[in-house]
């Protein structure tokens, strides 16, 4: 069982960046990927960006240039770098791993671990 905790989000302008992290209670030889995914109210849950177990980055198009994840695997923490944020990108955001084999399609289903999520909002 993997438990993720994310740090608090926060408010900004357009234009301005925000970086999130999420402890992770421990890495298992069998989780494969780590993300990151929002849901903005009366959306669905979309993928934002995920980390492969052989440290491979995949990005939403929508994010592709302004958001940047990574990880420490020392200390168990997922990181994402958000810049030039705009208020589209203002949502709920959550850490997930997972180890399913299609987890790097970056969609909600092939995720079994997430987080309770933290908010994150940019004003125009």
């Known amino acids: 069982q993997v438990q993720l905790v994310e740090s608090a989000g926060g408010s900004v302008q357009a234009g301005g960046s925000l970086s999130l992290s999420c402890a992770a209670s421990r890495y298992t030889v069998s989780t494969r990927c780590m993300g990151w995914f929002r849901q903005a109210p009366g959306k669905e849950r979309e993928g934002v960006a995920e980390i492969l177990s052989d440290g491979r980055t995949r990005y939403a198009d929508s994010v592709l240039g302004r958001f940047t994840i990574s990880q420490d695997n020392a200390k168990n923490t997922l990181y994402l770098q958000m810049n030039s944020l705009k208020p589209e990108d203002t949502a709920m955001y959550y850490c997930?791993?997972?180890?399913?084999?299609?987890?790097?399609?970056?969609?909600?289903?092939?995720?079994?671990?997430w987080g309770q999520g933290t908010q994150v909002t940019v004003s125009s």
């Open positions: 997930a791993a997972s180890d399913h084999l299609l987890c790097w399609l970056l969609v909600p289903r092939y995720y079994n671990y």
